[in-house]
C-alpha cells in the first residue's frame, strides 16, 4: 500500500479555480491506479475521477467533465485534480485514493489506499 496526502483545498467563489495535489509515499507509485472522490455533509463518497498508472486512461463523473482533470506526474509520485469553473454543488471533502492496478475503477470499493482528504468549499 501507499500513504496518500492531499493538498490545495480551500474557500472559493462560484467560478473560481482550484488544484488538488495527491503525494504518494513510496517508489511504486507509477504501478498504481488513482483515484479521486468527494463527500459532501450527509452523502455518500462519490467518484469524480480516475486515471491509469500510465496515464493513458481517464474517467470523469458527468457532474464535472469539462470542468475537472485529472493527471498525473510519476517522477513527483503526485496525481493532480484541476477544478475549474467551481459551482457551490462542488462542496466536499476531497479524497484520493491508490489500487495496485493499470486500470483505475469508478467505485470506492475497487482501492484500498486513501488519503485524509482535502476540504474544498465553494461560496455563491
Known amino acids: 500500500q501507499v500513504q496518500l496526502v492531499e493538498s490545495g483545498g480551500g474557500l472559493v467563489q462560484a467560478g473560481d479555480s482550484l488544484r488538488l495535489s495527491c503525494a504518494a509515499s513510496?517508489?511504486?507509485?507509477?504501478?498504481?491506479?488513482m483515484g479521486w472522490f468527494r463527500q459532501a455533509p450527509g452523502k455518500e463518497r462519490e467518484f469524480v475521477a480516475a486515471i491509469s498508472r500510465n496515464s493513458y486512461s481517464t474517467d470523469y463523473a458527468n457532474s464535472v467533465k469539462g470542468r475537472f482533470t485529472i493527471s498525473r506526474d510519476n517522477a513527483k509520485n503526485t496525481v493532480y485534480l484541476q477544478m475549474n469553473s467551481l459551482k457551490p454543488e462542488d462542496t466536499a471533502v476531497y479524497y484520493c485514493?491508490?489500487?495496485?492496478?493499470?486500470?483505475?475503477?469508478?467505485?470506492?470499493?475497487?482501492?484500498?489506499?486513501w488519503g485524509q482528504g482535502t476540504q474544498v468549499t465553494v461560496s455563491s
Open positions: 513510496g517508489r511504486t507509485f507509477s504501478m498504481y491506479a
Open positions: 485514493a491508490a489500487q495496485y492496478a493499470v486500470i483505475p475503477d469508478m467505485s470506492p470499493n475497487f482501492y484500498n489506499s
